[in-house]
Every structure is written in structure tokens, then in C-alpha cells.
């Protein structure tokens, strides 16, 4: 089927996931299939970020989370790590009008401490401009790790109990989940990973715990907005029971 069939199809089935999460994997195999450098996987990468965004907006979904370097990634090569931290700055500077324009609210989430200067500079400055816009969320997960989020949150509620703004016996998911990066968007309800690995990496641990998973062979660059609605299609088959007896 063809893209527009596709996004027919998905409108047919009814309600698609309010908030996808993608772990892009695979660059760095797409540019060794071709004799290439890492870094123009990764380079390569970002035309299929643009696809997903503007697949999202036509799929009318809420939230589109994808992890783009984790808190693990920083012990790659520095030549790879320079690369990745320059194609970050690039992609803000490059998308920064039309995401502006099509109405994308994004943000990024992580330790921006260990991001240069001008990176988190780009950063702060991109999700300023950004803040007020409605039609898509876009998480972009950077020098980001699950432990470390769920450690940090850890800390604010102990601060906060010590403090006094708040009771231990307050303590639930809800109070954990508020002081997590995401404490704005719904949980996930569909996690994509590319490339054919069967993994989470450590990516949203606490936030996929009732995810649909949807693992594509496709490696990252190749990834296309058609790719995206066949795992729309592919999770609207699914069968969520949250636990229940099926209805
Ligand atoms: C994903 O591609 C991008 C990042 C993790 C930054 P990889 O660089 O992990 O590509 P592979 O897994 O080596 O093919
Ligand atoms: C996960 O991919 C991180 C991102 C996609 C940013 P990796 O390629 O780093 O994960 P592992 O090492 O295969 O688990
Ligand atoms: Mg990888």
C-alpha cells in the first residue's frame, strides 16, 4: 500500500497512539553497508527524523519521543560523539523554522549538562520558540538514560519530603511520574525500535510499562513516514488488556 492509503486505512481503524516513542538504531550499520564513516549514518539519519515528524502531524498523534543519544553513547569514540553533538546544533539550526511553522512543540530531555555550551545553547533556545505550539510534541532525548531519569526523580521527592512540601505517605506513581521528564505527556502506547534489535537500551523504563512493542528491521535511515503508519496499523491489530480478562 501507498503512504495515502496507509494513513486512510489507520483513520478507518479508528483511534491511533496519542504518544510513540521510537529508539532510532542503526545508522551506524547503514553507513558500513555502503563503506561509509558512522557519522554519515548519522547524518543520513536525519532525513528519516523529518519523515516521522511530519508522518506524526498527518497521523495526528500527540506526542513523538525519539532517542537520539543516550547517556551510554557517551562512551563512543569522541570523533562519533563530536559528530553527533554537531549534527544536533545542525538540525536545530536547519529545522528550526519549519518545525516552528508546523506548529511543533519540541523539547529536550536529559543530562544538558554535559552538552557544549553552544549545543545547549541551541537547545534552550529552540524549545523557548517552541513553547507555545500545540499540534505535535516532540521529545528529543539526548544524553538521556531511564535509570538516571528514576534516580533524579528519586532525589526531588526527597527533597521535596525534606522540605516539607510533601508527605512521605504522598509518595504514589502519580507524585514519582510528575517529576520525570515527561511529566506532561501521556505514557507511551507505542514503542518502535528499528534496525532489528530487541531491546529497550534503558530508554523510558518507568513510561513503556503498558507499551505496544514494534520492532522494524528497517535500519534508521531507511525509515520512512510509510514505515511509521504500518506500525500504526500493526498496533491498532493489538489487543491491549492492561491486565483485564479480553472484552
Ligand atoms: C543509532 O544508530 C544512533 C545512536 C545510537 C546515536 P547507531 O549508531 O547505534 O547504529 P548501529 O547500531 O551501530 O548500527
Ligand atoms: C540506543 O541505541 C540509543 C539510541 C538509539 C540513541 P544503541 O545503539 O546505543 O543501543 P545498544 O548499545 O545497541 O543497546
Ligand atoms: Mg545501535
Known sequence: MEGAELLAQMRLNGAVPRHIAIIMDGNGRWARERNLPRPLGHRSGMKAV???VEGAIEAEVEVLSLFAFSQENWQRPLLEVNALMSLLQEYIAREAD???ARGVRVRILGDLSRLS???????????TRTAGNQRLTLNLFISYGARAE???AARLLAGDVRDGRLALEDIDEDTLSQRLYTSDCPDPDLL???SGEQRIS???LWQVAYAELYMSPVLWPDFTRRHL???ILAFQARDRRF???PV
Not at 555550551?117 to 524549545?127: Q, S, V
Open 50 to 52: 523529518r519523515e516521522v
Open 98 to 100: 519549519e518545525l516552528d
Open 202 to 204: 534503558n530508554f523510558l
Open 117 to 127: 555550551p553552544g549545543a545547549a545553547a541551541a537547545a534552550e533556545g529552540l524549545m
Open 150 to 152: 528514576l534516580v533524579r
Open 192 to 194: 518502535i525500535r528499528t
Open 243 to 245: 491486565g483485564r480478562v
Open 229 to 231: 503508519y504500518e506500525a
